[in-house]
């Protein structure tokens, strides 16, 4: 294997396996009680029952590679991001499993109110083979129909998670330009973004490192290193999606949940040079030199603690999990 084969595969493949290993578990803390009860709108033992039937029913299209019958428990990111990891198993020959997820919940966030569509999540426990829970998200888009996953971000290690409404209360959920934190969800999302973009930037120091970036900023750092000779590397966020969501804390804050795209380019500028690939990108564009360029596409779902706007807390990042969508080259 050639030294930048070794270094490609070497910085690629850590980011790419999109695990936590040696992470501690993160503390929860128990939900607040309710002063009042109205009553909401899913009692948590109804929301555990959904749980774990939308378990059951990932488990089976986990087990058929099935992005169709996966359909019927996720959409929006989830979907996207879980169907793409079926694409990689297949063509991987099994060597790349779709991302571990535990549908046993240590803590329930029930919706508060019954209007649609209605949002619930819970964090999971410790999947197996991976050493932090998870926050789940679901949606209830009608009365008529099942609840789906719509985001998954695996916990960051050492995050408190911030104290959540009692399920005797509910989790009230939030427009994502809600002006009663200290910034509107869909800014706070914006501002991820920026802090990937800009890794020394302002709003990058004051997000506080977190081990996604940080992983983005070393495999673009590895990878500039190794193609000095052959080319150059970049690595770049987009404009936030929509499918923001944003659910009320005990505090006043929220937990804002949504994705973020991620393009990694590999440009080869010496003509006669040869810019191998491995691992991932291989697997879906092929390993053959690129001759030009390579893009390969990511899909970040990343969750925040947005404070109250009276708060002096900063927001912070809670979990996250990058997903490779696509890999494809410009020849």
């Known amino acids: 294997m050639s030294p930048i084969r070794r270094a490609l595969a070497g910085a690629c493949a850590g980011l790419l396996a999109a695990s936590l290993a040696g992470c501690a578990d993160s503390p929860l803390p128990e939900p607040s009680s309710a002063a009042s009860y109205q009553g909401p709108a899913i009692t948590d033992d109804r929301l555990a029952e959904v749980i774990n039937a939308i378990g059951e029913e990932v488990v089976a299209a986990d087990a ?7 359909k019927l428990r996720m959409t929006g990111a989830a979907l996207a991001a879980r169907s793409a990891q079926y694409t990689l198993a297949t063509k991987s020959e099994g060597d790349r499993k779709p991302t571990a997820l535990s549908f046993a919940p240590q803590l329930l966030m029930v919706p508060a109110l019954a209007d649609f569509p209605r949002h619930a999540a819970f964090v999971s426990s410790v999947p197996e083979g991976h050493n932090s829970p998870v926050l789940v998200s679901l949606v209830q888009e009608q009365a008529r129909t099942p609840y789906h996953v719509d985001h998954w971000a695996r916990l960051f290690p050492g995050v408190t998670f911030p104290q959540m409404p009692s399920t005797q209360e509910g989790v009230t959920s939030l427009a994502i330009d809600d002006t009663s934190l200290k910034t509107t969800p869909a800014d706070a999302l914006a501002s991820y973004q920026a802090a990937i973009n800009e890794p020394a930037g302002d709003t990058a120091k004051a997000l506080g ?16 290193d190794s193609l000095a000779e052959v080319g150059e590397a970049s690595w770049t966020a987009g404009p936030p999606g929509e499918d923001i ?8 804050g929220a937990v804002v949940l949504g994705t973020v795209p991620t393009t990694l380019e590999l440009k080869k500028t010496v ?3 040869k810019l191998q690939i491995s691992d991932d990108l291989a697997t879906l564009a092929g390993d053959e030199p690129v ?3 390579l893009k390969a596409s990511y899909q970040i779902m990343v969750a925040l603690y947005v404070p109250a706007k009276d708060s002096d807390e900063s927001i912070a990042p809670l979990g996250g999990e990058q997903v ?8």
Do not use: F
Request: without cysteine; neutral net charge; glycine residues 2%.
């Open 64 to 70: 058929a590679q099935d992005p169709e019958q996966l």
């Open 291 to 293: 001759a030009n360029t």
């Open 245 to 252: 969501i944003a659910l009320r804390t005990a505090d006043g």
């Open 324 to 331: 490779l969508l696509k890999a494809t080259r410009d020849e």
């Open 271 to 273: 003509r006669r040079a």
């Open 209 to 224: 490192a977190d081990p996604l970036r940080t992983s983005i900023q070393e495999t673009v750092k590895a990878l500039t």
